[in-house]
């Protein structure tokens, strides 16, 4: 008797189990199994599998972004680009009348207002209506209000604003970065307005900047 009784619950509890299996879907109830080894993919509704190749796909597709593609990302910015140039030294005396133009008219001002005075003197040089030399332009009298004769007020080389200037000299010597005033050729400070009848092209900084 206690054998068919046995026999009775187990064959019960199997019902139950199978039954637990049942309600818990088709990727559940294989998923429950105590049976080792891979899931066979055959036993699982097509849906399902479709699913799990579609994410295996995606995943394979994702890249982690190395060191290097982190600094180009870093040097797509002017202040990355400059950060970069922090130790480069001034390359002949033309290069040094550039920074310290930027150094005087623009020192405590965006790296985008130095680069547009850098730009604009640059662009005097090439113009045909001024002096063919950076320091020609910058010496020509009646320009730059911090010229003193045919030379410069002290500078504080070991500055941060002297080696920012020194930078954006470089940068736009070199053509390494686009100005917001690439055709500019006069500009003012925002301060002053001296009604002057020339086409405006932008506001930068403390300048405004003419054509």
């Known amino acids: 008797m206690r054998n068919t009784f046995l026999t009775a619950a187990a064959a019960a509890l199997s019902i139950t189990s199978f039954g637990a299996m049942i309600a818990m879907g088709p990727a559940k109830a294989v998923l429950a199994s105590e049976t080792p080894g891979p899931v066979d993919s055959r036993l699982l509704p097509q849906s399902v599998v479709e699913q799990a190749k579609a ?3 995606d ?3 994702i890249q ?3 060191t290097v593609e982190d600094d180009a990302q870093q040097a797509r910015s002017l202040a990355g680009l400059v950060s970069e140039l922090s130790d480069v030294a001034l390359a002949d005396r033309e290069a040094e009348c550039l920074a310290t133009a930027v150094y005087f008219e623009a020192k405590s001002e965006s790296l985008d207002g130095q680069l547009a005075v850098a730009q604009t003197i640059l662009n005097r040089t090439r113009s045909g209506r001024f002096p063919e030399s950076i320091c020609g332009v910058v010496f020509q009298p009646g320009q730059f209000s911090f010229v003193r004769g045919n030379g410069f007020p002290p500078v504080m080389r070991q500055s941060r604003y002297w080696k920012n200037a020194i930078a954006i000299a470089h940068v736009a010597l070199n053509d390494l970065w ?3 005033v690439d055709n500019a050729l006069y500009f003012h400070a925002r301060r002053v307005s001296p009604g002057w009848r020339m086409q405006r ?3 930068v900084g403390n300048h405004v900047f003419y054509r």
């Open 201 to 203: 092209i932008a506001a």
């Open 59 to 61: 995943l394979s597709e």
């Open 55 to 57: 994410e295996s796909a």
């Open 64 to 66: 982690i972004p190395e």
């Open 178 to 180: 686009d100005s917001t």
